[in-house]
């Protein structure tokens, strides 16, 4: 069954109808990411995409406000328009996912915290959320935060539902923050070096004063690449210092320039290099642990098929030959004893049904978890099941 | 001194001196301070004009013990106050007269740094500037720098999610942190984060950044570290009125310019300023907006550039550009000594913390001069300009009957205005017990619900830092039942502070 509010009343009535009849909802945009998660019984689907159109927006401010279900390429026409950006890059998983490219809307980009390779600069989708209007999964019409850069004023829940995957409100709108898009950028393509010392350039740059706002290295053609945007005399002289700064390592250097280079970092950041048959994982570390994770997995035997790196190792997009549990007894073994997480991105509903797909969190931290949900919506009537079995 | 606090609970202070003992069951002697003299040191922090004595002050020295003290604040109903450096501008560390005083002096170390990360592992009371120091000799620093980070430390940091001049364009505590430890009330020790980037399931670490002591005791937190930008320099900007330089500092953010710095005061301030410590801004300014790029050597000369057409087309009747590491921290040394300086002709000052969207200055700064004149107050104002942060700074004399009220009418009045214009409360200082009773003017009692029930799944007894943020407290127990409707509570007749 598929409800359609219209507007942020209709969410309200149509949430506490759930609830009279304990008749949990699922809550989507245009469905991009209906196949993330905890696979779930998806009976009746609260639909925000009628919510759509951006309320807000003055460039001067750096700020714009959104109803959930406006389709993420319509924000960025408009902030394109005006020279501005969502600097966190939200992630398009199609390649992984399937179904129609560039078919996001805001609310789930949010619901996901979707964020991509300028993320270790830039900051997250979290970064970005000023503000929100929601119905909790009590019914109620919440908000929180506001539409200034700076505020204070009560507790930040922007961070806590940025991520949640509407398990503890059906956003209604959103309000973020803009920023201006680089004059111009280019890209450093450093080879030859192999997977270890080409990660070790990616943190060297990372700690040098260059501004580089993108590390990646990709395996499949042994490239370590180092982005660098801003003004255009800036990116200049910054690239060649980096270049000279890196000369230790003696890699062959290529450059990508402007469009070149942002096609690299838009296959980077929807993970295509990884895309294919198999299930998908994607895992979060310390920049020095990457490469050993995967050396770990490796030798455990694990059948990688590929693999990538962003973040400067701290985050690496895996994929596997698929198996009864997808690996996450291995895969977060590995992780655990480094540090980080592991989520299973893609597998069959039948596996993501029966296999955390979040990582498992030690037993105080998993009751705090547990509270959180229940203080918005105590009888799990939003996206039940989505993340924990147990809510 | 209109505030209300929750009552002393008798049945706490009859049991003080077994609260003490038990205290010094897990704590060293001399860990424990029951002496009154002692206690005083303690009863408040930068927003001096609140004061309470505390029941007892407990210094814990590892997590294991401020885990075991969290446990015994449960067992015997105790509420607790934690506590950094006590440089609140809010009272979020005002003590209670029935609480533990938790202080986190001797949380001083620096664990850990891991300039391959990127990232330090600190103790929460380890100072704000102290990590910048640790670190600058490779090259790093860390980012948010609130004006009392000589003496602020991280875990207060954490709790108020502190700014500084620099965050429009690297953040605040909450854009800067990876990683902490708490320790929640009953003594559950919890590792969020770590040195990786986004948390798993609930951004629990961006809730605890901000949530003023109410929600956990912070024992560790692992902070970014960023390199040193290679080069900065000032540009100081001479303007008429503060409505031209308003409008050119909007100009240079709509040329797509995100200053390291950018900040604004006016001529009150200028005045005060130059009577106080003289560093060569002109006296016969309407406002000085001071801009800092940083970056490489080539973009900022291109910057500065930008920025001194932006300012020469909007009106500036001076500009100046820094030509040397000294004269830039000149330009600013003004800035920094702007609350001391406006003190010297107060003789006291409320200091307010609005943010506003900064279109909106003009109109608000000639409303907040007719609020003034209303309540017979003199207004000195210093903005974080680039992000809309006011700082209006309220003299009044302490001494005259009546003018610590009249001054914190206005202060409320400021704030109201804020809220209107579609800005906010406060942008770096929190709520604390300040603006607490001012909540209803930004959320309706949903919201505030909400909050609270967020505060629950933490602490559903409110023993930890209780009559701080919230305007009325409610039992966890009746908020799990209360349905609001329309933003009014079934019962308007509850207590209230």
Redesign the interface.
């Known amino acids: 069954m598929l409800l359609t509010p219209r507007d942020e009343k209709d969410v309200a009535d149509a949430i506490r109808a759930a609830l009279a009849q304990d008749a949990p909802l699922s809550v989507e945009g245009h469905g991009s990411k209906s196949a993330l998660g905890r696979a779930t019984q998806r009976e009746r689907i609260l639909s925000l995409a009628a919510l759509s159109g951006v309320t807000l927006y ?6 714009l406000t959104a109803r959930a279900g406006t389709p993420l390429r319509d924000i960025v026409a408009l902030l394109d328009g005006e ?2 950006q969502l600097a966190f890059e939200p992630l398009d998983h199609a390649p992984l996912l399937g179904g129609a490219r560039d078919n996001a809307t805001i609310g789930g980009v949010i619901a996901v ?1 979707a ?1 991509g390779p300028r ?2 600069r830039a ?2 989708a ?2 970005h959320l000023l503000g929100f209007r929601c119905v ?1 999964g ?1 019914g ?5 935060g ?15 539902v ?3 995957y509407g398990t ?1 409100a059906a956003l209604t709108e959103v309000t973020l923050k803009a ?3 680089a ?1 111009t950028e280019e890209t450093l393509l450093l080879s030859g070096l192999g997977e270890e010392k080409g990660l070790a350039a990616l ?1 060297k740059a ?6 580089v706002s993108s590390f990646a290295y990709d395996p499949r053609n042994d490239a370590a690449a180092l982005r660098l945007d ?2 255009e ?2 990116v200049l ?2 690239r060649d ?1 980096l270049a000279a700064f890196l000369a230790s390592f003696c890699a062959a250097i290529d450059v990508l320039r402007d469009a070149e280079s942002r096609a690299f970092w838009s296959r980077l950041r929807d993970a295509e290099p990884i895309a294919g048959e198999g299930v998908i994982w994607r895992v ?5 642990d990457g490469f050993a994770f995967v050396e770990r997995l490796r030798r455990a035997g694990a059948p990688l098929i590929a693999h990538v790196y962003d ?1 400067a190792g ?2 690496v997009w895996l994929r596997l030959e698929t198996a009864a549990d997808a690996h996450a007894q291995a895969i977060r073994a590995i992780v655990d004893s480094l ?3 592991a ?1 299973l991105i893609r597998a069959d509903a039948e596996i993501r049904a029966r296999v955390d797909v ?2 498992p ?2 037993s ?2 998993a009751a ?2 547990r ?6 919506d ?1 009888r799990f009537i939003l996206e039940r099941g989505r ?1 924990r079995a147990e809510f | 001194m209109s505030l209300l606090m929750p009552l002393p609970e008798q049945a706490i202070l009859a049991r003080r001196e077994e609260l003490v003992a038990r205290l010094r069951a897990i704590l060293p002697a001399a860990n424990v301070i029951a002496d009154e003299t002692a206690r005083r040191a303690y009863e408040c922090d930068a927003l001096v004009m609140y004061r309470a004595l505390p029941l007892v002050v407990a210094l814990p020295e590892t997590v294991a013990q401020v885990s075991a003290v969290m446990a015994l604040a449960q067992e015997m109903n105790v509420k607790v106050v934690p506590r950094g450096a006590g440089t609140s501008l809010s009272g979020g560390a005002l003590p209670l007269e029935d609480g533990i005083l938790l202080g986190m002096s001797k949380f001083n170390r620096i664990l850990e740094v ?5 990232c330090a592992r600190v103790q929460p009371g380890v100072q704000n500037l102290a990590i910048s120091k640790a670190v600058e000799y490779a ?2 620093y860390y980012a948010p720098d609130p004006s009392s980070q000589i003496a602020c430390t991280i875990g207060g940091n954490v709790g ?2 502190a ?1 500084g001049v620099h ?2 364009k690297y ?2 505590t ?2 800067n942190i990876l990683g902490l430890e708490i320790v ?1 009330m009953g003594g ?5 984060g ?14 605890m ?3 003023e002591g109410l929600l956990g005791v912070v024992t560790e937190v692992t902070v970014r570290l960023l ?4 080069s900065a320099r000032g540009l100081l900007l001479a303007f008429p009125s503060v409505e031209a330089g308003a409008r050119c500092v ?1 100009a240079i ?2 040329r ?3 200053p390291g710095g950018l900040e604004m005061m006016d001529a009150a301030t200028i005045r005060a300023v130059e009577n106080f410590q003289p560093c060569g801004y002109p006296l016969d300014a309407g406002a000085i907006v001071i801009v800092e790029l940083d ?2 050597p ?2 900022v000369d ?2 500065v550039a930008v920025a001194e057409q932006i300012a020469r087309a909007e009106g500036a009747t001076e500009t100046r550009v820094s030509q040397s590491e000294a004269e830039r921290l000149r330009f600013w040394a003004g800035r920094k000594n702007a609350f001391p300086a406006v003190s010297c002709i107060g003789p006291d000052y409320l200091c307010m913390d609005g ?5 909106r200055l003009p109109e608000v700064l000639t409303r907040m001069d007719g609020l003034a004149k209303l309540h017979g107050l003199r207004v000195a104002n210093v903005f ?1 300009a ?4 006011l700082h209006p700074l309220i003299l009044y004399d302490a001494s005259k009957e009546g003018d610590i009220e009249r001054a914190e009418k206005l202060g409320a009045d400021i704030l109201r205005l804020c809220v209107e214009v ?10 604390g017990v300040e ?1 607490r009773d001012l ?1 209803h003017a ?2 309706d009692e ?3 619900a ?2 609270q ?6 602490d559903p007894q409110h023993r930890l830092n209780p009559g701080k ?1 919230f305007p009325t407290l409610h039992r966890c127990a009746e908020l ?1 039942m209360m ?2 409707q329309g933003g009014k509570l079934p019962f308007p007749d509850l207590p209230r502070f």
């Open positions: 003055e460039p001067q401010e750096l700020v020279g501005q915290n964020s993320r270790i900051g997250a979290r970064d909790t009590r109620e019409i919440v908000k929180s506001g539409r200034v850069m700076k505020n204070v004023t009560g507790y930040d829940l922007s961070k806590l940025t991520g949640s503890l920023l201006p898009k004059e943190r990372s700690g040098s004063p260059y501004e801003g003004p005399i800036s002289t910054r210092d979060s570390l310390a920049p020095t973040w701290g985050l540090g980080g997480h989520t979040f990582h969190q030690p105080a931290l705090l978890t509270r959180v949900k229940e203080a918005f105590p993340l | 891991d300039f391959e990360n990127r090259g790093f108020e999610n700014g965050c429009l953040g605040l909450t854009n929640l559950d020790v919890l590792r969020l770590g040195k990786h980037l986004d948390s798993e399931l609930y951004d629990l670490i961006g809730l950044t901000g949530s390199r040193k930008p290679m909007g953010i709509a797509g310019v995100i970056g490489t080539a973009e291109h910057l943010t506003i969207p900064r279109g974080h680039g992000d809309g942060n579609g800005g906010v409360l406060t942008g770096e200082h929190g709520v603006k909540m930004m959320f949903t919201d505030l909400q909050q029930r967020v505060k629950c799944a933490f943020v799990g349905h609001v």
